[in-house]
């Protein structure tokens, strides 16, 4: 399986492969994200979140609890090795359940290659079987919100003294969450960072409903948005203890259910089928066009660019337009 | 010109036709980026950095000294209005000088929407003639990586009790950083995250250099990592009293000094460059590649991929192989 997933990570032909045959087994399981700025203690929240899902392990009812993939989406640098130390601290938190797999994914150089090398390891550990995937994010980027956006139920993770100011607005996240937490709730100022929260909320959204009114939908296009009607909660969790992850687990329970009933998860399966589709597109025309160009002209084109004879864009559409008139 | 960056940010007609008329005039400018995670105080840096170029008022030779652009790329909510309050708070904060303009970017929807918004902004700034070109990002994600990218120097801002632990591992913006900065060191415990960042450097690159040793720039394709040869300094700030930003200021200078004597502009330049064309090129050709497609051929495709009767990387294949049969 480790094997596997870094070929998908890789984004090598074998991988791909195995992506294309494993691709009939996925859509089973719920995938859950979590996010949220560094200093907020997301790692031990999901070490714990997986905890509670497994259940007692002296329980006869094990056997019946939902297995549990954990991927994390960890920007260390490629000469730190911080990937490979994680997964075996983590590892040894969670040891000799065999019903938990954890993976680690280092940070790509280029845009969207982490988000498409995170998707393609979702999938494959979709198809192997495991009911939760809990995919983390560290920070609160752009790419983030991407790879929230794949999941079907999001967390954003705050701590006090972090989240209680006007910082908690900015980390501009508060729209993808369908579930707050405020962790670290044994420190001091627990209580006005989740106050905080509610009242942004409450501002955003005075029916009191989900975050996706029909103006800022509109705003936000192929988002796709929390639901209307289910109602964000904001709960308190002290990880390092296990307090409140029990609560936790069961509003993700809840949230999934209200994603089946109300047609929302179709929805968003939709919409995220299409963007990877066109993301895809992009990629394969971009691929096939190079190689049918000859290089020489590409590089012609950008020496043009830099020494600012012609404009970018125009440097494209030419390229395109003389590919096409002699094809 | 705020109308026009407007156009530019929502990538109208209009604004596009305008960015190329402005093109040949750009390449002037230092452009300047500005990360790090939320609570680190970088706003009022930025504003500190900003009063530095532009020295006293009083000053007869102000005339002489640089222009200033702030871009802050701030991904508040559509609906919360943060980025326009944000303005008006900082043009208080700035008031009066008319050699400073600010200019806040919201988060847009699509991935890569944003980071292409502020280039096209960053480029008219700088065919306007502003010397000095500060581009603020919140966050540590992969987007931020890629805005910091196109800056020519880039800041990665931390503050005690937020990366004096792994955090500051985990944060991985570490190596694009060309200068690191402690800010709110009045605060107690910036001495040892000073310290936690000079060892994390050094654990790095033993040589003492900077960060791109040949191994890690290989894994790391087409990312213009900081240049060998410059070391990366710490420094500390305690901005909201004004406290070593001028020393900051002198660094970035330095910086910029070195990057044009080691010929390292010209290579991030051309990096920079070809990104931003291929991004282009992807664009074009997808844009193109859609607008013959009857839409219901995609949509059909889509639904085979939903219900996993075929997986989405062959179904795009195929499309691509049918519309060239049929041209």
Aim: proline share 4%.
């Amino acid at each position: 399986m480790a094997r596997l997933l870094t070929l998908i990570e890789n984004q090598t032909q074998e991988g791909l492969d195995g992506l294309a045959a494993l691709y009939p087994h996925t859509g089973r399981a719920h995938v859950v994200g979590i996010t949220g700025a560094p200093g907020t203690g997301k790692s031990t929240l999901v070490n714990e979140l997986a905890r509670a899902f497994r259940g007692n392990p002296e329980d006869d009812q094990r056997a019946a609890a939902p297995t549990v993939a954990i991927v994390a989406v960890d920007p260390s640098s490629p000469f730190s090795g911080g990937a490979i130390l994680g997964d075996r601290i983590r590892m040894r938190d969670l040891s000799g359940d065999p019903g938990v797999f954890i993976r680690s994914m280092a940070s790509r150089g280029a845009l969207g290659g982490l988000a498409r090398g995170t998707a393609g390891v979702v999938q494959a550990l979709d198809a192997a079987g495991y009911d939760k995937i809990l995919i983390e994010t560290v920070g609160a980027g752009q790419a983030e919100v991407d790879i929230a956006r794949a999941a079907h139920t999001t967390l954003v993770v705050a701590a006090p003294g972090l989240g209680d100011d006007v910082q908690a607005l900015k980390a501009g996240i508060l729209e993808i969450a369908d579930i707050l937490v405020v962790n670290k709730a044994d420190l001091p100022g627990a209580d006005s960072t989740q106050s905080a929260l509610r009242a942004t909320l409450e501002m955003a959204h005075p029916d009191g409903g989900g975050l996706a009114t029909a103006g800022h939908h509109a705003m936000v296009e192929e988002q796709p948005a929390p639901a209307e009607g289910w109602a964000v909660p904001v709960l308190a969790t002290a990880a390092i203890k296990g307090d409140g992850v029990e609560a936790l687990a069961k509003a993700i329970e809840d949230h999934r259910g209200y994603l089946i009933e109300s047609g929302e998860l179709a929805q968003r399966e939709r919409a995220r089928v299409r963007a990877e589709m066109e993301s895809l597109l992009r990629d394969l025309l971009a691929e096939r066009f190079l190689l049918r160009q000859s290089e020489a002209r590409f590089e012609e084109a950008l020496e043009k660019v830099i020494t600012r004879s012609i404009d970018p864009r125009r440097a494209v559409s030419q390229l395109v337009l003389e590919a096409q008139a002699e094809a």
